[in-house]
Structures are given as C-alpha cells and as structure tokens.
C-alpha cells in the first residue's frame, strides 16, 4: 500500500511539473482499491461548480503527434491496418471482409504503436512516470478464464470479447512492425522482447487504452458536436490519446466533472458542487454493465438504467414455427436480423451530471416487429404490399406481443438461474470479483426481460383483434 501511494505521490509531482499544468490543491489523488476502484481523486474540501479542477497541456498527451515514433517511422501511420513490416498492403485479393471484421479501427492501432515504443523506451519516454501508475491487470473480459467467462450463463457479451482477432491484429500488425524496426523500438541498447512477449505488451497497451483513452477533439470540432451531449464513443474516433491525470478519475453514470477540450489544453471541471470527501467521477457515457464490464473491468448499479439484452432470431423463429406449425413466410436471408437488443428509455443526464429521467422499458425495437410481422403475415394471410387494413394491423399487432410473450420465457430459460437466485447470489458477501460482476450482468438482462415480459398484457389488450373486441361489447351489453 505505501508503494502504490507513493507512486501515485511521484506521478502527482511529475504531472505538476508539465509546463501549462495546474491542479486544484483541494484535490487529492488517493488509494482507492477498498472500493474495488483503484486510484481514484477525491475533494478534501467543498469544491464550487464551474470550478477548473486540473489542467493538461495537449503536449503532455501520448498520442501519434507527440510521440517520436511518428517523426520516426510516419510511414506506419498512414493507414497502419493496411501496410506491413515494409510500408506495403499486405492484404490479398478478396481478404477485404477478413481485415474489416477486426475489432479495433486504425486510431486504436496507431496509439498501440505509440504505447509500445514510449513503454520500450524506458527512462529515455518522457511518460516513464506516467506509464509506473497505469494498470499491469485486467478485469475486462479479454483476460477471463473460460470458466469465469462461462458465469455469464446466456449473455450475449461472451461473443464479443474479440481476444482471437485482438491477438491476430497484434501479430500480423504491431509485431512485424516492431521486428522490422528494432533500431527504433530498442533505442540505447533495451533488452529485446520474444515474439510472445511483444503480443502481450500490445495486449496489455491494447487494454489500458480500451480502459483509460480519451478521444482527442480540437475545440473547433467539439464546439461543433456540443450540441449531442455527454456521449463519447471511442470506438470510431478519429484521433485518441492518453490523458494523464484525467484518466485517474474513475467514472459512473452520475457524474460531478467534464473534460474540456481547448486548443493547447484540456481542462477538467467540475459541474456543480463537489462536497469535501466526495470523489472526482467522469462520464464515459450511457453504456450497459455487459460493455462497462468488457471495456472497463467493472459494473455499476449506476449504469442499470442503461442496461441491455439480446434476443436472437433463432428463438424467436422456433416460436413462430411452433404457432404456426410451419407454415412460416418466406424472408430472404440475407435481410434477416439475427438478434435484437431490448433496452429502456433512459434519458440524458442533465447539465449536473444527475439523471432525473425515469428509466423505463416502453416498447420492442421497431426493426424486430417488422421482421416478425413479415413473416407471420402470409400465415395470417396479409398481403403486406396492399397495406393491411385496420383489423389486419391489430391482428398483425397482437400476433406479435403474443410471440413475444413466448418468447421472453424461452430467452429467460437459457440462463442458468433464475433472478431469485442471482439476487441470493448478491447476498453473499464472500461472492467477489469477477463472479460477482457475472451475476450483476446476466442478472440485469434477466430483469430487463421480466419488465419486457410485463410490458407485454396490456399492449395485448391495446391491440385485440377487431373480432375479440366486438365480442367484448356485446357481452358489455348484456350484462346491462
């Protein structure tokens, strides 16, 4: 514990020497791993709104502009996915769908080039310090055992944790860029890394970015996209970059700070009071605990409102196959969804950072009706390029929440317990670590898919066919 404070003491010093830094003298950056947080920084003292907490100088960043290597070796930055050891495109005729269906786009590959040359530069990076306090492990599901993997039961996290074609991206992109370019990457006689090695530092580079990476807008371009809110996607950005001190904030979907993009610096302000032993949380946007958990490492009772489940077409192909005993309509395949997320209408923070919008499950994706609805309409026999009329909607509309009530129950019993017995697990105090991250995620897509489930009754009813309805008013009538 002294080590890692005093690491943290020494990379504190380091940051406040960067020309153009400053940081507020009411925040502390402290050992926070009790909380299962790592380092975190907290406010010693009351803190005002609107208040510029730390400021980084973009020089001070770790990206492709201020790394060496891009003055170095700039070839490898022009298209790096697309180029091998010797600057050519290494990629054979009809291989284009093989290359795009690697995980990562070119920002992340190039700043992974840039991690592993500053890393193996050692004393000689002007980051050495910086690089002491970042992460030597993982939470994220890129380093789970099969058998943690496998406490997941039935959510559709486990298909993309992409660690294959991580691995075949790092082998066939960054190590032969490394061995063909030793005299850069081992400058002052550094010890040289094996084969496996090198992977596993681009892994390791690989998931520090995932975790900590800011995406790196000038001002101009963010006063443009002001106007979409707090999401920040990293994946698919343009220019990224590690941003020391920001990324010692831990974060959560309610939030007290924002990283400001300026033209020579980034600022992080708070945006409304921070009380005196409160700590300092970002925003890494509205993201589920299946995709906090891959991306990050950890889940949030926070980010539930955020929550996601996938409902893939097979179960619900069987179920229509079973009502309408085979006699399915006919849907190219090519144009078949294979799955489908349900999720809530959760709102946006407001400008405090609070959510203040309730988080509530109000209808199936649009996408999945329609594809229901175009294969069940010839066994119902609706020709859907008349147009239905109004009685054929209803009967296509109730048909559907009527699938769908069967099908939530078939998707719930894919998993291997049931929400009851998850939230026992809960109870267990000695449930730790990456067990217990398992069952907030699995058991938070089967909460999503009960709510779904009771949606269901009163859309049915909504949606009686004309005929149910009629009948439903004579015997109104004669009653009176």
């Not at 580079?205 to 001002?219: H, K, P, T, V």
């Not at 698919?236 to 300026?262: I, W």
């Not at 605990?289 to 955020?306: E, Q, V």
Request: include cysteine; charged fraction near 30%.
């Amino acid at each position: 514990m002294a080590d890692f404070q005093a690491k943290s003491n020494v990379f504190l010093n380091w940051f406040k020497s960067q020309t153009g830094a400053t940081y507020d003298s009411r925040l502390q950056l402290t050992d926070l791993r009790d909380r299962g947080a790592g380092r975190g920084i907290i406010a010693t003292t009351d803190i005002p709104a609107e208040t510029d907490l730390f400021t980084i100088p973009r020089q001070s960043v770790i990206s492709v502009e201020n790394s060496d290597l891009s003055k170095k070796l700039p070839r490898i930055f022009t298209g790096l996915k697309n180029l091998d050891a010797d600057g050519d495109d290494g990629m054979a005729d009809g291989d284009d769908d093989e290359e795009d269906s690697l995980i990562m786009p070119d920002p992340w590959l190039d700043l992974i080039m840039v991690m592993v040359y500053e890393f193996l530069q050692g004393e000689d990076s002007a980051w050495k310090t910086y690089f002491e306090v970042l992460p030597d492990n993982f939470d994220t599901l890129m380093f789970w055992s099969q058998g943690e993997l496998n406490e997941l039961q039935a959510s559709a996290v486990k298909d993309k944790v992409g660690k294959e074609s991580a691995d075949e991206m790092f082998k066939t992109k960054v190590l032969p860029v490394v061995k063909a370019h030793e005299d850069v990457f081992y400058a002052g006689g550094a010890q040289k890394l094996s084969d496996e090695q090198i992977v596993e530092l681009a892994h390791r580079m690989g998931s520090i970015i995932m975790a900590y990476a800011f995406d790196l807008e000038n001002s101009e371009e963010e006063e443009d996209d002001e106007q979409e809110g707090w999401v920040q996607d990293l994946e698919g950005t343009q220019a990224m970059g590690m941003v020391p001190m920001a990324d010692m904030l831990n974060a959560d979907a309610e939030f007290n700070a924002h990283l400001n993009h300026g033209e020579d610096s980034l600022t992080m302000t708070s945006l409304r009071e921070i009380k005196a032993g409160e700590e300092v949380l970002n925003y890494y946007g509205p993201l589920p605990n299946c995709d906090l958990l891959r991306r990050y490492g950890y889940t949030s009772a926070k980010h539930a409102r955020y929550d996601v489940v996938e409902v893939p077409w097979e179960i619900i192909a069987s179920t229509i196959d079973k009502r309408f005993t085979g006699k399915k309509g006919v849907l190219d395949e090519e144009d078949m969804e294979e799955g489908f997320v349900l999720e809530r209408d959760s709102g946006e923070p407001d400008d405090t950072g609070i959510n203040t919008y309730p988080a509530k499950f109000v209808a199936f994706p649009e996408e999945l009706e329609e594809q229901v609805c175009q294969v069940t309409a010839p066994a119902l026999s609706i020709d859907l390029n008349r147009g239905p009329n109004k009685a054929q909607r209803k009967q296509l509309k109730s048909t559907f929440f009527e699938i769908m009530d069967a099908v939530i129950p078939a998707r719930l019993a894919q998993y291997g317990t049931t929400i009851e017995q998850d939230e026992q697990l809960l109870k267990n105090t000695d449930l730790e670590g990456r067990h217990r991250m398992a069952v907030v995620v699995r058991l938070a897509e089967k909460k999503l898919l009960k709510e779904a489930k009771e949606f269901i009754p009163a859309q049915l009813e909504k949606h009686k066919p004309v005929q149910e309805e009629e009948e439903g008013r004579s015997a109104k009538r004669q009653k009176r």
